[in-house]
């Protein structure tokens, strides 16, 4: 976002800003023109998972009774995710699946957090392929537990065949069908997606739109300035925003896992 405000101020740049503006080009010097196989985007991702594995490694490398500041803090987040999403969603089995959804929490957290950070300014999840792959995990997973717990039959009976009369079945099984195997999974990408995508959005259009009135007019400036006002106050939302998409992305995967263990439906 910085680049295209420096080229925006200079004249150069198109606005509005556009979906295009989410196809980040190529990062290394070789490949084809225009490709997009290893992108600022893909660097994010990658530093995302690295800066988790060395934080926990480094925090829980000596573990200590009377926990350092860095141990405390890996442990807080831990028994967060533990006792608030797992244990509280689930009950006493949530304990096995805490490693999994403090994961999933911490993941993204962090890469939507990129999208505040200077000189990254933009979420991995703003592309729906991001989201889309961390539902699939949780869907696989939803009905994996599902069929281990209760066996296949019994799964999807639950699932997908609920207490009614007989006579108004061939109606709830396929709206049971569509609601918990196919809307399931596209809900949970999509909300995240959307949040980040028109978290971006936003906070493009008032930086650049800064700039533009800036170019256009000189008198334009105090508007200027209360735009770009505008921006540091969206950067506070969507501070909100990201650790919100975070937290309801693990709670309705913990949702959907208890559901799957849920002895009736």
Known sequence: MFGQANVLAQGEAAFPPSVEDFYLPSIV??????????????????????????????????????????????????????????????GHRGVAFAPYFTTLFCFILLTNFFAIVPGLQI?????????????????????????????????????????????????????????TFIVRPFSL???LFANMFAGHMLLLVFTLGGFAMLNANVWLAPVSLLSWLMTVALTFLEFLVICLQAYVFTVLTASYVQGALADEH
């Open 29 to 90: 010097p070789w490949g084809a023109e225009n490709s997009y196989w290893f992108t600022k985007i893909t660097a994010m991702v990658w530093l995302a998972v690295g800066l988790l594995i060395i934080f926990f490694l480094v925090t829980y490398r000596k573990p200590q009774l009377v926990p350092t500041k860095k141990q405390w803090l890996a442990e807080s987040i831990y028994g967060f995710v533990r006792n608030n999403i797992a244990v509280d969603m689930i």
């Open 123 to 179: 979420s991995p999840n703003s592309h729906i392929a991001f989201p889309a792959f961390l539902a699939v995990i949780s869907y696989v997973m939803f009905i994996w537990v599902g069929i281990r717990h209760h066996g296949a039959g019994k799964f999807f009976k639950n699932s997908l065949i609920p207490p009614a009369p007989w006579y108004i079945l061939p109606l709830l099984i396929p709206i049971e069908l569509f609601s």
């Open 189 to 191: 990408a999509v909300r």
